[in-house]
């Protein structure tokens, strides 16, 4: 579990209750990827998610978790005086209610960012929400589960990111930018596995190709050698 915040303390509970959420947590700390990178940021992570990707660091966020009311987030959420709220998972769009969560805290006039993995359906989302949508390279095992119906819902608020495990990943990767005109889009991520991949070899190859990608490395791993939303 993260380090830097507090907590929610799951309820337990097998049904779900009408017009609640099933969260693993809610912490309160730094952005590490994407956009908002560096700012203090309330993360509200949901249960569950339909995928099963091999260098997944958020396996604990499958099941469990607890079943809070809207209202009960937004008044944890409250409390640390942020502007920015992260909603993340496992994958919060396999909950519907999520699409409701995120429109009170847009209605809060939070910054909100939504953490997806690309195969679920995104046209839902609240225009005000900044969509940070993973599009999985082969190495992932769900390569398959991308749905690319939804490049068409990326808006240039929004962001692409690739999680890049080998040399194969990053050329899958390079073919769909060119593709698909992904950086005209909206601004695309890539970024390497912990582990799989050196970063400072990604950095070379995306100069030496000029790609108009952004580097990424996670900082809350930096920092904490923390788990990461997708
Ligand atoms: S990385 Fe994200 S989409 Fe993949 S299994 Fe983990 S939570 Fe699900």
Redesign the pocket.
Known sequence: MPVGGANVAPESSSTAPAGRLRITEIFHSIQGEADAIGWRTVFVRLTG?P???TW?D?EY?FHGGGWHAIDDILREVAQHDVRHVCVT???PLAQKRCLLLLRRLCDAGYEVSLET?GALDVAAVDPRVRKVM?LKAPDSG?CARNLWSNLAHLTPRDQLKVVIASRGDYEWARAQVAAHALDRRCMVLFSPVHGAVQPRDLAEWIIADRLPVRFQLQLHKLLWNDAAG?
């Open positions: 998610c995928l099963r990707c997944c958020t966020a998972g496992g994958e993995s993973d769900e997708h």
